[in-house]
């Protein structure tokens, strides 16, 4: 045997020890895991919706897994700092994240660059929530009901201000499909802060909003502004009084922001088969269901092939109506 021969054999021989080290240690790796805490990141303020979301799941998460789960506020763009970060971060399942449409399925229509790829950099383990739209008005608004706002609007001569909560927003674009279906012509008017949407509403400054339906409920008890109606399927118990838009001939208005948790891909499968069991059951949870319903949101829990499914479903409407409005933002 030459000397030649015997070092490249000695070589392989020790990176093939080398990746069986690797391997042992990842096969390890994972079944520790979780050993320390986990972060969940999510696109929105603290004490907004998404956030309280966020902050009652981990709370849920953390009793399922027994390891501390943060939540992480990495606010911009609707929801896309955040989700660019986690697509990029570590894949250890660690590193999670919190996001809903705006970031999975509005953004890649809506936006020239994003910074990440849905489809590609992120993986669905269950959607945990969703959320419905209440179409408010100011209080001095004739309209009273979903009808009249339409004629009313279909009627204006100029185009119909309609305040949302950012370009590229569930709102955004749930205002566009309202416009469809009522033929009217809309003129957006994007606030990049939640209190000044609802000064503006108030103060009259637009003629109609989607809130969710947790906001809503506080501004229309408050009783400077008045609810219309919901996309949700059925009405709200938080609201008993407003109809559906459905109730009041609108059957196609019946969008909602749905909320789902993601790893990056590349994350070891195991850890995801086991994250997707433990935070849909979390949020099966009476104590942290009860928390969430009192929040307004709907709960969910799905398995890891219905959320892959429902966005799959979800994504080509959304492309539609961003295509519709003509729409085209640059971050």
Known sequence: MSIQFKHRRQIFQACA???????????????????????????????????ILARTLAKGMAAQLNQQVVVE??????????????AKGQKDGYNLLLADVSAIS??????????????????????????????????????????????????????VDFGTFGAGSPGHFGAVILGQLG????EAVHYRQTGDAVTGTIAGQIDGILMSTPMAMAQIKGGKVKGLATTAPERSPLLPDIKTFAEQGYPKADFSAW???????GTPEPIMKLLSEK????????EIRKTLL?????????SREEVTRMIAADAPRWKSVVE?????GDN
């Open 279 to 286: 935070v849909a059951a979390s949020v099966r949870d009476p």
């Open 17 to 51: 020890a080398l990746a069986l080290c690797v391997a042992a240690a990842g096969t390890q790796a994972q079944a520790q895991y979780p050993d320390h805490t986990i972060r969940l990141q999510v696109g929105f303020a603290p004490g907004t919706g998404p956030d």
């Open 106 to 159: 509005i953004a890649p229509a809506a936006f020239s660059k994003i910074g990440y790829e849905p489809e590609k950099e992120l993986v669905p383990l269950t959607e945990v929530a969703k959320t419905d739209f209440v179409l408010v008005v100011p209080g001095t608004s004739p309209a009273n009901d979903a009808q009249s706002f339409m004629k009313m609007a279909a009627g204006k001569g100029g185009k």
């Open 259 to 265: 909320f789902a948790v993601f790893a990056p891909t």
């Open 294 to 302: 009192e929040a307004g949101f709907s709960v969910t829990g799905t």
């Open 324 to 328: 519709a409005s003509g729409f085209r």
């Open 73 to 86: 506020n990495r606010t911009g763009a609707g929801g896309q700092i955040a989700a660019a970060n986690v």
């Open 183 to 186: 033929s009217f012509p809309l």
